[in-house]
């Protein structure tokens, strides 16, 4: 039997015929069957419902408080209905009309901000944590039902481009109206009908269709001496977007994260990456998994604007220019275990360390998105001059480093969509350049024995040049033949990349440039010529896609100073597919597969070696790396808005071949040599995550649950021994937001981790570690609130310092005529002066035992303008 497609629409009256906004429509199969499909209707109180079923008779139940239920069996056909609803004859003893939290209407879930919002909360931020189905990590990215969002929008404009966080963390929370979250949210109009999108977008309502806001915020405390200061005006109109800011501190606080770009490509797969890459590094700590302010000693400028100007009806141009600048200071020591077949080698490091960032990143766009045209041109230019210098102290050697690590990019992307006749014709083109030029010193010198025929030196020096031209230009339609979407492309990409690297020794005033392998002169070039084919179905229940790209790829490496050249040709078949059923109106599923191959890239390929870093030397002197990559996943997704739950349930599996193998040789000081030798090998990977998270809407509370369990195993050369390497790792997360009574609300989110390394028989302790966090908050009056902030964090490796305790209390009062808030802070209450975090790499326990800031008062005042 064929499915019957139908559409129920209409509209829902009052008994003196007006339309009754927010009633509920259900389709049901019969009066006790599960439900098929829901709608409310819109403030004109009409509703649609669109089903695709085999069923030829529908159940239709209709209500709305304080009137009497309507329900009616009806054909499954296409019907427009009116429906009258009458006053509820029954005696009530209360009526209470409750705001809509939670309200969905299509594909679009509204959250009401005035129904999350307390007290305290100052920004959107503050209230998108406590949203169901809404996670906000704690670097900034955002993720609904486990996926990160696709766009940041305000009032249906993308301004910052995937930097969200800076409108995140200073649009005030009073003047939104609404959170939205757009499901399946396809960002290109002209493809809305033909491709769709499997992931949500976000979109922040105002209140006011102009608005001109900001803050400024200013503060001082002791000790040492602190100060911030921050400005950030803002102006929102429809055609209009603007947000700039200014902010300075020395608190502790990463202002860069509120720059930090979050976008999700819409250009396919990406072979060019335009990030900021450092061939050389000093030794560092690891940063420690809680707020900054604890641990980061920093003195930090950032300045950012961000303009959009709306040229004609859904035409804008856009400019985001950042510049940062920062110097951060960094005492610690870490204890490295490294396990080897046969031993066990310790190392212990005593840091010092200052790091110099100075950061310009600029963005240009031009975007046109209508029923008929997609044109989006964005260029990228941003410099980096970063330097850091350091002291380690292995208690046998005292080693200074310092590093000049720049490096520069340029680039254009340009998108074109354009119908012509009855297909879509498209384009695409990226191209762009980079330049690193960087250095590192070391004293003194280090691999005697290797460099300098085992005889002590001065210093050691390792310069690294490194330059990358990329363009990559396709051409291709989409054409819908009846239900399917038929996208072929071709295209043409080429990368030609350039290293130059030499490692020079000092000592005794003389200087010497060692040759042979710790040299190069390398240029690697690669093109690629790929045809693709997509094809898309889609309809209310089921979205399908399955891609075929096939790629003809060309490799050309040669090194003139070590006479060596390899040259390699593949093609490759690399499909993914992808199918999502929507089975209720509460249900979906989704499965996915894809098989792709990957070849190294410069960092990869060359032939001498590089001192990375103080104790590792690192060469490849290989065949080119070849890696084939398995994905399979699969989700399932519950969403009820109605009742404010939301929650998914995935598995994945992945599967790695690779033609190299690498070893690492561990010298008794731990000083490494890394190489790549010619040995297929394999890695396994499974994942298992949950996530839920429930609004219960008489208690004010929002509860989140997540659990994720990962195992792994792959082949690894440990002194030249070939060992299974398996890591284990469980996890458990519990966060709370609640408001108790109207003068307490809390705040509590939980960790615990489990994990475990192994090398063929050999077990290693289990490392366990917990962290938890308690936040209460005491609203004294509706204008001033007193709150507690307490951390807890364990681990069961630390003979000393397992336990760590942070405590800090706040006082604010908020003038209520000028909106003045007026806040002190006493940060570090128990002057905890340091912290020891333990995690685990493929072969080695790390133990990182940090210095914190102490015991501080900073009083700042805050306002909105």
């Known amino acids: 039997m064929g499915y019957s497609q139908s559409t129920i629409s209409g509209e829902i009256l009052d008994e003196k015929g007006e339309n009754l906004s927010g009633a509920t429509v259900i389709v049901s199969k019969d009066t006790t069957g599960t439900i098929l499909a829901y709608g409310i209707s819109n403030g004109k109180g009409e509703f649609k419902v669109n089903l695709k079923l085999e069923i030829d008779s529908l159940f239709l139940k209709v209500s709305y408080i304080g009137y009497s239920t309507w329900e009616q069996k009806i054909q499954n056909t296409d019907q427009q209905l009116e429906i009258a609803l009458s006053p509820s004859s029954e005696a009530l003893k209360e009526v209470l009309v409750e705001t809509k939290i939670i309200d969905q209407q299509g594909d679009t879930i509204s959250y009401s901000v005035a129904a999350f919002k307390d007290q305290k909360d100052r920004v959107i931020a503050d209230v998108l944590k406590k949203m169901p189905g809404i996670e906000i990590l704690p670097g900034g990215q955002i993720e609904y039902q486990g996926q990160p969002i696709q766009k940041y929008y305000i009032e249906g404009l993308d301004l910052l481009e995937g930097r969200y966080s800076l409108a995140n963390n200073n649009i005030s929370a009073d003047d939104v109206s609404k959170v939205q979250i757009l499901e399946n949210h396809q960002p290109v109009k002209l493809l809305d009908s033909l491709e769709f999108s499997e992931r949500a977008s976000l979109n922040i309502k105002l209140k006011k269709d102009v608005t001109v806001s900001g803050s400024a915020e200013l503060g001082t405390g002791f000790s040492p001496l602190l100060w911030k200061a921050k400005v950030t005006p803002m102006i929102f109109t429809k055609k209009n977007q603007a947000i700039v800011t200014y902010q300075a501190n020395n608190t502790g606080r990463e202002v860069s994260r509120e720059i930090r770009d979050f976008s999700i490509s819409d250009f396919g797969r990406e072979e060019f990456n335009s990030s900021k890459s450092d061939w050389l590094s000093i030794g560092q700590l690891a940063r420690p998994p809680f707020a900054q302010e604890r641990w980061l000693d920093n003195n930090v400028h950032l300045g950012s604007a961000n303009y959009l100007i709306r040229l004609e009806k859904e035409v804008d141009l856009k400019t985001n220019i950042s510049y940062l600048n920062d110097a951060q200071h960094q005492i610690g020591k870490s204890q490295t275990r490294f396990f080897t077949p046969t031993d066990t080698i310790e190392l212990v490091e005593n840091t010092h360390n200052d790091l110099f960032i100075n950061t310009l990143q600029t963005n240009f766009i031009f975007e046109k998105n209508t029923d008929d045209n997609y044109l989006k041109n964005e260029l990228e230019i941003s410099g980096f001059w970063d330097s850091q210098r350091g002291n380690i102290d292995t208690g046998n050697s005292r080693i200074h480093q310092r590093l000049s690590n720049p490096f520069s990019v340029i680039r254009n992307k340009l998108r074109l969509l354009k119908p012509v006749g009855k297909q879509l014709v498209t384009f695409r083109s990226n191209t762009g350049y980079t330049e690193a030029n960087q250095n590192l010193q070391v004293q003194p010198g280090q691999y005697e024995a290797l460099l300098n025929n085992g005889i002590n030196y001065a210093e050691m020096e390792q310069a690294v040049k490194a330059t990358t031209f990329f363009s990559d230009n396709t ?12 996208s072929p492309e071709v295209g043409v990409s080429v990368k030609n990349q350039s290293l130059g690297s030499r490692l020079r020794i000092f000592d005794q005033n003389e200087t010497q440039i060692l040759d042979g392998d710790f040299q190069n002169n390398l240029d690697f070039l ?63 599923t989704s499965i996915s597969a894809n098989f792709s191959n990957n070849f190294g890239d410069l960092d990869q390929v060359y032939f001498g070696f590089i001192l990375n870093n103080y104790r590792n030397l690192q060469r490849y002197n290989s065949p080119l790396p070849e890696i084939f990559n398995q994905n399979y996943s699969w989700q399932l997704r519950f969403r009820n808005p109605l009742k404010s739950l939301f929650a998914n349930l995935s598995y994945s599996f992945g599967k790695t071949k690779r033609n190299l193998i690498y070893s690492n040789r561990i010298g008794e000081n731990a000083a490494t040599i890394f190489e790549a030798l010619e040995k297929e090998n394999y890695t396994d990977a499974h994942r298992l995550g949950i996530k839920a998270s429930k609004y219960f809407s008489k208690l004010n509370t929002t509860l989140s649950l997540g659990s994720s369990f990962i195992i792994s195993n792959r082949e690894q050369l440990l002194n030249d021994n070939l060992v299974d390497v398996e890591n284990q790792n469980l996890a458990f997360k519990f966060d709370l937001e609640s408001e108790v009574t109207h003068w307490l609300s809390a705040s509590y989110s939980g960790n615990l981790s489990f994990l475990k390394t192994s090398l063929e028989a050999r077990e290693f302790n289990e490392i366990r570690t917990q962290q938890h966090e308690l936040d209460l908050f005491f609203y004294l009056a509706d204008n001033q609130y007193f709150s507690v902030d307490s951390e807890y964090y364990f681990n069961n490796i630390s003979k000393a310092n397992r336990n760590n305790y942070f405590l800090n209390v706040n006082y604010q009062y908020t003038f209520k005529d000028s909106g003045i808030d007026l806040k002190a802070s006493w940060n570090n209450v128990l002057n905890t002066d340091e912290f020891v975090r333990v995690f685990n790499t493929d072969f080695s326990y790390v133990q990182s035992t940090y210095r914190l800031r102490p015991s501080q008062v900073l009083v700042s005042m805050k306002f909105s303008f």
Request: charged share 25%.
């Open 475 to 486: 051409a291709g339609f989409t054409k819908k033949i009846k239900a399917i979407t038929i």
């Open 526 to 588: 690669t093109s690629r010529f790929y045809t693709t084919s997509r094809f898309v179905y889609e309809n209310n229940y089921w979205n399908i896609r399955l891609t075929t790209p096939l790629n003809l790829r060309s490799f050309t490496i040669e090194d003139t100073s070590l006479n060596k050249s390899q040259s390699l040709d593949r093609l490759t078949f690399e499909p993914s597919f992808y199918i999502k059923n929507k089975f209720s109106a509460f249900w979906e």
